[in-house]
């Protein structure tokens, strides 16, 4: 037959082109090219990186020993990189140098660059690579100069390192790393500013004795019954040790959740014995103080009430003390917010940052009506919200928030934001944007709460330490590493809230963190892929594609890890108005305006 006959030689053609583009590239190169195909380049570096060539050694970043072809030299810093390095990169076995630093990779560092045993140049610092050190970089003895500073690695420092007898430089620095840093070997010449930045590292170097519980990952017992590794002999050694860095992390992620729930658990218990003192407290020389007559109550008729409150009517509990309902007599309902513990600063500074804050009217913002103050014990009075925190509303019920009540949220969320940033004098960073601090109306309207507190309530010292546990998968880089609020870094967080209400995950859901990343590398590796409306959260009815894409496109810009690209909060809302699909004029049910 003609048409067989065209078929076969056709796919002779095929055959015969494939073998050829086969052998037209050696294996270094086709690592490379496998390498290229993970990582998204918006400044077109890869540009010249072609199949075609016979080998890769005339790419941009590439250098290759003259006699072997072998690549030895990958460098490619100061980018705008970012994507996933896969252990693929364990083939480029003569690799001297590898140098990705300040770009944008996320995922976790491959374990098998453990094979690249010529490498003497490790730079992988400044992105946000996740997850542990592997251990397997303690197979490099030809290591020189090891660099992970700022990146968001978490674990210990594994011991293996301590091996290398070529490491003359390794930093470490602003990463989440916990536990005993090495003190023998090689470590004997590392000092402080190849740490610091590290909350929970302990050890001599940074002068910080380890607690024996914290001390090492050496203390725990071994899990039984775990997977695969016994049967390969060669490899045991590596699965024991790997097993035992599993285990750390996981164990260093149970001790941040479990002083999470501890802290709430003994403001809890604070707040019940603060229940009693409530009274006390007040009786000596205690006032309230209204806003604009906003609490038309006689200032002992709220006294009274304070003096009955007990764990009864405790609501909640957060970073900064416990929030107890406020029935009044007349039917109307307050949140009393009262501060676990007052500083200096706050004794001076409380009465004029509290006008301010009070002074601020919006629709979508948490009202607040006056204060008590006494000398010991400081109580917010807001408005009661009878919706609860979207925090509940998103993880805590078994109904579900449908797409229009979800799109009208992340607008009042927006809209109260620009306010604060734009429309207040002076303009206000909220610095704690997170789903338990946007409260719902009986409508399911949002209201920003806790908005200028963060600023108030956290003296510079304690900021990270007490407040990470609760607010890490919302916190931008920049701050992260700087510790510096900016608008920018609100604008961040207000991206990751979208990301939570779209796909009903927390940031930090366990499913990121297995496979190294947060909600951010996860939409990026989505977006990647081309599958970015996977994100939306299955239990959501009556999504809206249209409107889905574009806020994909405006959480996208926000989580941008450069805070120039982050739009402004004005720009955020413009572009919610224009580009997403609103579902009715929510205006028509706005209860209690003033
Ligand atoms: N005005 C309010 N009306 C109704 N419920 C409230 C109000 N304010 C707070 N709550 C409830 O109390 C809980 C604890 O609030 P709180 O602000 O103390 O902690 P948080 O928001 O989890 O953390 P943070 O201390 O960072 O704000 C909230 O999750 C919410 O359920
Ligand atoms: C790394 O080495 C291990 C053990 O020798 C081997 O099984 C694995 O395939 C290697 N990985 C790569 C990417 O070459
Ligand atoms: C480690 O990196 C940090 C930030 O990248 C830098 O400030 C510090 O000086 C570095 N330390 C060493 C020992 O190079
Ligand atoms: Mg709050």
Redesign the pocket.
């Known amino acids: 037959m003609v048409t067989g006959q065209k078929l076969c030689f056709m796919s002779t053609l095929i055959v015969y082109c494939v073998v050829q583009s086969g052998n037209a590239i050696s294996p270094d190169g086709e690592t490379l090219l496998g390498f290229k195909a993970a990582v998204v380049d918006p400044d077109r570096v890869f540009l010249q990186w072609r199949q075609e060539d016979a080998d890769p050694c005339k790419w941009k970043g590439v250098r290759c020993d003259p006699q072997t072809k072998r690549v030895t030299y990958l460098s490619l810093p100061s980018g705008r990189l970012s994507g996933l390095i896969t ?5 480029l ?1 003569s690799l001297k140098l590898l140098a990705l630093n300040d770009n944008s990779f996320y995922g976790n560092i491959p374990s ?1 660059l ?2 690249c045993t010529e490498l003497q140049f490790l730079y992988l610092q400044g992105n946000f690579f996740g997850g542990s050190i592997p251990p397997e970089l303690g197979k490099l003895s030809e290591l020189e100069t090891l660099d992970l500073s700022s990146n968001s690695l978490s674990g210990s420092i594994p011991p293996s390192l301590a091996n290398l007898p070529k490491l003359s430089a390794f930093n470490a620095s602003t990463n989440f790393l916990t536990g005993r840093i090495p003190s023998e070997g090689s470590f004997l010449k590392f000092f402080k500013d190849s740490f610091v930045g590290n909350r929970l590292l302990c050890g001599a170097q940074l002068d910080v004795v380890c607690q024996d519980s914290v001390g090492g990952p050496s203390s725990t017992s071994p899990t039984p019954g775990s997977d695969s590794g016994a049967s390969r002999r060669k ?1 045991s050694r590596y699965s024991t040790r790997l097993l035992i860095s599993a285990v750390a992390t996981v164990g260093a992620l149970l001790l941040v959740a479990l002083m999470c729930f501890w802290g709430c658990f003994l403001y809890k218990k604070f707040g019940k014995n603060d229940g009693q003192n409530l009274a006390m407290d007040i009786s000596e020389g205690a006032s309230i103080v209204m806003f604009h007559g906003d609490l038309p109550y006689a200032s002992n008729d709220i006294l009274k009430k304070l003096e009955y409150l007990d764990e009864d009517n405790i609501i909640g509990c957060g970073g900064f003390g416990t929030v107890y309902k406020l029935a009044m007599d007349d039917g109307n309902v307050f949140a009393l917010k009262k501060i676990a513990k007052t500083n200096e600063y706050l004794d001076r500074f409380f009465e004029r940052e509290l006008e301010i804050l009070g002074s601020i009217k919006h629709r979508y913002l948490v009202n607040l009506r006056g204060y008590c103050n006494s000398p010991s014990s400081k109580v917010l009075i807001y408005d009661f919200l009878p919706g609860g925190s979207l925090d509940e509303a998103l993880h805590g019920r078994s109904d579900h928030l449908d797409w229009d009540a979800r799109v009208n949220i992340i607008m009042g969320a927006a809209k109260g934001l620009a306010y604060m940033h734009h429309d207040c004098s002076p303009r206000i960073i909220h610095r704690d944007i997170k789903s338990s601090n946007i409260l719902l109306d009986g409508n399911l309207e949002a209201r920003v709460s806790d908005f200028g507190l963060a600023k108030l309530l956290e003296d510079s010292n304690s900021h990270i330490t007490t407040r990470v546990a609760g607010t890490f998968g919302y916190l931008a880089p920049d701050y992260m590493q700087t510790g510096r609020a900016t608008e920018k870094t609100d604008v961040y967080s207000f991206g990751v809230l979208i990301l939570e209400i779209l796909s009903g995950k927390r940031p930090t859901d366990s499913s990121f963190l297995e496979k190294g990343l947060n909600i951010v590398g996860w939409l990026n590796f989505l977006v990647m892929e081309n599958r970015q409306r996977e994100i939306i959260d299955p239990q959501c009815e009556g999504t809206q594609v249209e409107s889905l894409d574009a806020l994909i496109g405006v959480a996208a810009q926000c989580v941008s890890s450069n805070p120039e690209e982050r739009p402004t909060m004005h720009r955020v809302v413009q572009r919610l108005e224009s580009e997403v699909i609103t579902p009715c004029p929510s205006d028509f049910y706005d209860s209690n305006s003033d």
Do not use: D, M, Q, V
């Open positions: 252990n693929e990169i364990g083939k076995s098998e453990g094979n490899s």
